[in-house]
């Protein structure tokens, strides 16, 4: 709760806000966090599960299923991405909120809501050209494809993660599993809360979003507690799922952090004009993806 909420309350500090580089570098921080939570938690996870000596040799031995599933959750990730954007872009062009290009000069009196600042208004005096709010209602939008695709694979672990820990047993475990949950679900969250800010949704959406994200891990652990009895982390089927779930779940967190999140923001123009911002993003990539790493070691 902290996590996601902080982006989204911390807007009125100025040095926090999205237009300024420190919002950058904490950005590039908890995208080095989900990154890592990828590759180093949620894929090697899936890998010793679908390898367990309790699943038949065949298929389970015979094919790397962790990889192939990772792959087409990052496809079809991909594609729910692009699809959803080329939707929602004509939706809005034909409404009239994207303004086309052909609008030119003569756009008239119509107001551009929610588009770069939340509370400002584009109005059209035949000074202003169609291209600028197209760019930045079309960027308005990733943000938004960006924040609910990411809110949803975040979902998809969390309820996982929470389940392990609900049913399991071992108090070494369990230990583990808590430090590393509350590190990564605080940074997890925040990197989702500045991509709810970016997306200037309305506050009912912002908190719906912030509150299924803060429920989903608890809901998972409640369910473990309630399951642990007929639930065996060790039993075939148990394996299958989550293996096969957490697979999804890496595949989805891997493409949003590196196409959506570390790409957009390092190959936009704010980065790419600004070096020593590159430089201090990189860092704070590296001290995320680095943190997340070591704490997989003990989880």
Request: glycine residues 10%; hydrophobic residues 50%; positive net charge.
């Amino acid at each position: 709760m902290i996590g996601v909420c902080l982006p989204l309350v911390t807007r009125s500090i100025p040095a926090l806000s999205p237009q300024r580089s420190l919002f950058v570098i904490v950005k590039s921080f908890a995208a080095g966090i989900i990154l890592a939570t990828g590759f180093m938690h949620v894929l090697p996870d899936s890998f010793d599960m679908l390898t367990s000596s309790c699943l038949d040799d065949n298929p389970w031995h015979k094919f790397p299923f962790t990889g192939f599933v990772a792959m087409l959750s990052a496809i079809v990730t991909l594609m729910v991405d692009s699809l959803t954007t080329s939707f929602y872009s004509k939706k809005q062009s034909t409404t009239g909120v994207v303004l086309p290009e052909s609008a030119g000069a003569a756009v008239g009196d119509q107001e551009m809501g929610a588009v770069g600042r939340g509370h400002s208004h584009f109005h059209g005096h035949g000074h202003h050209h169609g291209s600028k709010p197209e760019v930045e209602g079309t960027q308005l939008l990733r943000y938004r494809v960006i924040a609910m695709v990411l809110e949803v694979g975040i979902i998809v672990h969390s309820v996982v993660i929470g389940l392990s820990l609900g049913a399991s047993n071992n108090t070494c475990t369990i230990k583990g599993l808590v430090a590393a949950l509350c590190f990564h679900q605080m940074f997890e969250g925040m990197g989702l809360g500045g991509c709810i800010l970016q997306a200037e949704y309305k506050f009912i959406k912002k908190a719906a979003m912030a509150f299924f994200f803060s429920v989903t891990t608890p809901f998972g652990i409640a369910l473990g507690i309630a399951l642990s009895t007929m639930y065996r982390d060790d039993s075939p089927r148990a394996l299958i799922t989550v293996g096969l779930l957490n697979a999804c779940s890496a595949g989805l967190l891997i493409y949003m952090a590196l196409v959506d999140l570390l790409a957009a923001d390092f190959m936009g123009p704010k980065l790419q004009g600004n070096i020593r911002l590159q430089i201090k993003s990189y860092a704070a990539v590296l001290l995320g993806a680095g943190g997340m790493s070591l704490m997989a070691k003990w989880a």
